[in-house]
């Protein structure tokens, strides 16, 4: 009996997370493809592999490192947003997510060619046209000092599909030489209570077997 325990607890213990995190898979979220040589094309041109760009157009540039003398965060490719003034461009992933877990959204952040902190981001992730959550921020870091951005939490809704949504959400007239920069986007599923203790419970009815097998021994 006391082993058929060990074995159910320890299975769920590793089972559930397991489920849970494969309801959270964000593709390409370095941006790492479609890559190719030192590239600096208008997304329209060169979208990231799996994103999907919308909004405003020919604002958002497809880059690898170095080419507006700033390194990627991760990897050697980003995306850049807000050149030559223009804002309002989109750039969107649709997940498989799983009903009414949480989720959360992380992402880094940069300025280019020069500074000004009028430059935002928003951060919004939607069931269809419903927006589970949502999230803004200013770059106030100096040009190429990647920072992580404001976190996003949300809960799933109904439908079993999340669309992730990064929005150049900069004042319209506002920074027509300086500009911002995304990299390392990733989303990951938050663990339920219920789960949680099933994982500690897990690791406890291992920790006690592995000591009874040394006693024995």
Not at 164 to 190: H, M, R
Request: glycine share 12%; hydrophobic share 40%; charged share 10%.
């Amino acid at each position: 009996m006391k082993k058929t325990l060990i074995a159910v607890s320890f299975g769920l213990a590793f089972a559930l997370p397991t489920q849970a995190a494969r309801a959270a898979v964000i593709v390409n979220g370095s941006f790492e493809s479609p890559g190719g040589a030192p590239i600096r094309n208008w997304v329209d041109n060169t979208p990231p592999s799996s994103w999907v760009a919308g909004g405003t157009t020919l604002t958002d540039i497809y880059e690898s490192s170095g080419q507006d003398a700033i390194s990627a965060q991760s990897g050697d490719y980003y995306v850049s947003w807000g050149h030559n003034g223009n804002t309002g461009g989109t750039l969107s992933q649709s997940f498989a997510s799983t009903p009414g877990l949480t989720y959360t959204v992380d992402y880094f952040v940069t300025q280019q060619q020069g500074f000004d902190s009028a430059q935002q981001v928003t951060v919004e992730a939607l069931d269809g046209v419903n927006v589970l959550g949502s999230v803004s921020m200013n770059m106030n870091m100096a040009d190429g000092n990647w920072v992580a951005g404001t976190r996003l939490t949300f809960v799933a809704g109904p439908s079993g599909t999340t669309t992730l949504t990064f929005i150049d959400s900069t004042p319209a007239g506002s920074g027509g030489g300086p500009n911002w920069a995304l990299d390392n986007v990733s989303v990951s599923a938050v663990p339920e209570p219920s789960t949680a203790i099933l994982m500690g419970l897990g690791g406890l009815c291992v920790a006690v077997r592995n000591r009874r097998l040394r006693v024995a021994l």
